[in-house]
Structures are given as structure tokens and as C-alpha cells.
């Protein structure tokens, strides 16, 4: 029996794209590095379509031409060394499919070294964990378009559908895809970190219980901020941790790890020269939350306010609310921003409304805030920023002011709001038409000659700031 597809790298979230592949009507070839992992898997499924494969040459030799496997093993060098294994195995025109979590250049470079030697690859961002992977994820395919076409009909049935439609379309040229995954991680960190503010504000201000937090989060669930990391806060807040008896969110420590790909989302931005305010809090946020120890000694040293809210409960609740949509509109205007100037610099012809269509199911980011990014690029296709879309500057019109005073509420008690913060600031600096950058240039010209232009004639200018 020859397979349709191949996978190698049985760890959970290879496992479910199989179980996932399968369970859609395609024979799917399985390898791991470790044979064990990849006979337990086989023998604890049995009757499916699976081909266990103990080499990669077995691997190859079990698939139909032209050859579709993917890589499911840890990024980077990784990924690199079955390729090295693999390319001796293949003919022109197989494919090698890479769905970890890859930096983009990565995919650059192999696009351009597999194709020299007649192969086709495809780098496959991946979004919504292990359950996504088992029912229906989010999937960004970038590679050529000839790539994706080979494996297109697979990709669909596995994805996510949102109101009938795959979570899937071929995003672009060699790393698109996995620049857009990586985008969509750093968008989850800002979404996340709004959100652990929000909970912190009303947590530290308000003496809110777990459960008054759970049955706050569930009614929001109901309306604009309805999303998958909304209501999964809210079922945190209700798990009761059974020796202690008390809400198990409250006795996890407050040190959030992270992956690498909202780091590199912020360092492309730089790169790009892209202002991502809120989704670098986020980032600052967990690189502070990892200095425990020092946290708690300043803590019994520097003074600061008492976080204790002596205003009406119920309208801070509904501020927090409004602000927390104003802040996720900033977080999301500044990604889309860099998902444009992205396909600017490398030529990826990005088309953001089906970027924002496919997140609607399956990823983690999921929302039903992303129909109103889909609507605003359909009705704007080169919109250049999601707070010039006319919807939603009227949705930050509408919420600025709870946005300012959750900031100013945050601030007076002395509780950090970074992204809060950083999304106020990020909008108050898009919607000036005068920022004091003038100063800026004049001091770099002052120290360094670096020059500077003029608003009221053309050209380059260097002065004697002495004089």
C-alpha cells in the first residue's frame, strides 16, 4: 500500500496531523527518528490507513510520486538534518514540507537550495496546538504555488472551517508562510497580555474572586471580544485546584515562558522599522516576569501606591471591557502593518483579508473580531492601517476614553499595564500629525552631522548648533 502523504517526527502535534490525515481519507507514511515511537503509534491504532516506515528510506519508498512528506521535528538545525537525509532519496519534483515552527529565512534559504536540485518545498506555518492538529488547525503554506497545489486538497480537508470555509490558502513565495505563523504568534502574545492585564486591574483592584472573574470573562465572551483566548480564560479562572481547594490559576507562578516566535516577530519589525508597541510590551512583560526573585526583594523595598479602587466597581468592569477591544484593535493594526511592510521587503504579495480569514478557525488567535479585519481589507485591500478602516476608528472613537481611563486608573495604583500602555501610546503617536522627532534629528545633527530636512523647503541641511 503506497501512501499519499508522509510525516516524520511522531511527537503530539505529528501524531494528530496523521490521526488528523487519515481520518480524512488519505494513507499517510510515518517515521520517527526513535522506531519505538514510531511502532507504538502504529500498533495503538489499529485499521487505519497508516504505512510505519523504521528509515527514511522506507519512508520514500512508500510514498506515491511525486513524493509529499513533511517534517514535524524541532526548528532549525533539526529540520535542516532531514533534509540532508532526505535529498539523497528524492527525484526532481518531490516535495519536502516543513510545518514546525521555522524562522522565515530559514524557509528562504531552503527554497532556494531544494530548487537548485529540482525539488519543491513548501515551509507550512501550523496554528492551534494539539487539538488543532487532531481536528482542524489553522495552516499558512508559503512556497510556490505548483508546491501547494500538490498537497492542496489534503490541506483543506484537515484545516479548521470557519462558517463553511478551509482555514487554509496559500499565503506566498518561500518563507510567507511561515513569516504570517510567526506574525500570528506575536499578535497571540499581545492578545494574551491584554488580557492578563485586564485580570490583574480588576483582580488587584477590585478584590475580584476567581469565579466573579470566570462569570466577567463569560459575559464578554458574548459580545466583540468573543475569541478562543477569552474563553479559555474563562474556564482557568473555574478549575478549583482539588488538594487546596482554591483557584488553581492563583497558585501558578508568575513566570511565562516563551518559544522564540514573538521574539522574532518584534526583532522583523525592527528590522522592517515597523512600530510594534504592543506586541513588544508583551515581550518586556514576560522577560520581567522571569526575574522572580528580584521582583519579590523590590517588592518589600520600593514604595508605590496601594492598589485599592475607591470608584464605582461596575464601571470599571465595563472600561476594562471597552479598553481591552480599543487595545486589541491598536495590537492587531500595528501586525497587519507588519505583515504590509513585510510583503513589501520580500516580495510576498501578501493578501491580508484571507490572512484574517483563515485565522477565524483552528489557531489560537481565533475570533470573531477577525470577520471585521476580513471585511476591512475587502472593502480596502491596500487599507494601510486597520485604525484608517472607518469601522474601526469609530470603534476606537467609541472606546478611547475607557481606554485613557484604565490606563490612568492602572497608573494611579500603581498595577503595570505594559500593553495597555503601549497600545494608548501607539495611537495617540498614529493620529499626531507633529511628533517631537523634530528635536530628535536636531540633536543627531548636532552631535553627528547626520543632517536634516526642512518643512518648508527641500533638500538636506547640516547646521552649526553651536552658533
Excluded at 284 to 310: C, H, L, M, W
Excluded at 319 to 326: E, K
Amino acid at each position: 500500500m503506497q501512501a499519499d502523504i508522509g510525516l516524520t517526527g511522531l511527537a503530539v502535534m505529528g501524531m494528530n496531523l496523521v490521526l488528523n490525515m487519515e481520518r480524512n481519507g488519505f494513507t499517510v507514511a510515518v517515521h520517527n527518528p526513535t522506531t519505538k515511537t514510531m511502532t507504538d503509534f502504529v500498533a495503538t491504532h489499529p485499521g487505519k490507513n497508516l504505512v510505519g516506515c523504521e528509515s527514511l528510506a522506507d519512508f520514500v519508498a512508500a510514498l506515491k510520486r511525486p513524493r509529499k512528506m513533511m517534517i514535524m521535528v524541532k526548528a532549525g538545525a533539526p529540520v535542516d538534518a532531514v533534509i540532508d537525509q532526505l535529498v539523497p532519496l528524492l527525484e526532481p519534483g518531490d516535495l519536502i514540507i516543513d510545518g514546525g515552527n521555522s524562522f522565515f529565512p530559514d524557509d528562504e534559504r531552503r527554497t532556494r537550495d531544494l530548487e537548485a536540485k529540482g525539488l519543491r518545498y513548501l515551509g507550512v506555518g501550523v496554528s492551534g496546538g494539539e487539538e488543532g492538529a487532531l481536528w482542524g488547525p489553522s495552516i499558512m503554506p508559503g512556497g510556490s504555488r505548483e508546491a501547494y497545489d500538490l498537497v492542496k486538497d489534503i490541506f483543506v480537508a484537515i484545516s479548521a472551517k470557519a462558517e463553511g470555509e478551509p482555514c487554509v490558502t496559500y499565503i506566498g513565495p518561500r518563507g510567507a508562510g511561515h513569516y504570517v505563523k510567526m506574525a500570528h504568534n506575536g499578535i497571540e502574545y499581545g492578545d494574551m497580555q491584554l488580557i492578563a492585564e485586564a485580570y490583574d486591574i480588576l483582580h488587584r483592584a477590585l478584590n475580584l474572586s476567581s469565579a466573579e472573574l470566570a462569570d466577567i470573562f463569560d459575559d464578554w465572551n458574548r459580545g466583540e471580544l468573543q475569541s478562543y483566548l477569552i474563553e479559555i480564560t474563562s474556564q482557568i479562572f473555574r478549575k478549583i485546584d482539588p488538594d487546596t481547594g482554591q483557584a488553581l490559576v492563583e497558585l501558578v507562578l508568575d513566570q511565562a515562558e516563551q518559544k522564540g516566535t514573538g521574539k522574532w516577530t518584534s526583532q522583523s519589525a525592527f528590522d522592517l522599522g515597523v512600530p510594534l508597541s504592543t506586541i513588544n510590551a508583551s515581550l518586556d512583560s514576560r522577560n520581567i516576569s522571569a526575574y522572580k526573585t528580584e521582583r519579590v526583594a523590590a517588592s518589600q523595598v520600593i514604595a508605590g501606591p496601594e492598589a485599592k479602587f475607591s470608584g464605582d466597581r461596575a464601571q470599571l468592569i465595563d472600561a476594562v471591557r471597552n479598553a481591552l477591544y480599543a487595545a486589541k484593535i491598536c495590537s492587531y493594526a500595528q501586525g497587519m502593518a507588519l505583515l504590509r511592510a513585510a510583503s513589501k521587503e520580500y516580495g510576498y504579495a501578501l493578501q491580508y483579508g484571507a490572512i484574517a480569514a483563515i485565522w477565524r478557525g483552528g489557531c489560537i488567535i481565533r475570533a470573531q473580531f477577525l470577520n471585521r479585519i476580513t471585511d476591512a481589507f475587502r472593502r480596502n485591500p491596500d487599507l494601510p492601517n486597520l485604525l484608517l478602516d472607518e469601522t474601526f476608528k469609530a470603534d476606537v472613537a467609541n472606546r478611547q476614553a475607557s481606554l485613557r481611563y484604565v490606563v490612568q486608573t492602572a497608573i494611579a495604583l500603581g498595577i503595570p499595564a505594559l500593553a495597555f500602555s503601549s497600545s494608548l501610546a501607539y495611537l495617540d503617536a498614529y493620529r499626531t500629525a507633529r511628533l517631537p522627532a523634530n528635536l530628535t534629528q536636531a540633536q543627531r545633527d548636532y552631535f553627528g552631522a547626520h543632517t536634516y530636512r526642512r518643512v518648508d523647503k527641500p533638500g538636506s541641511f547640516h547646521s552649526d548648533w553651536h552658533a
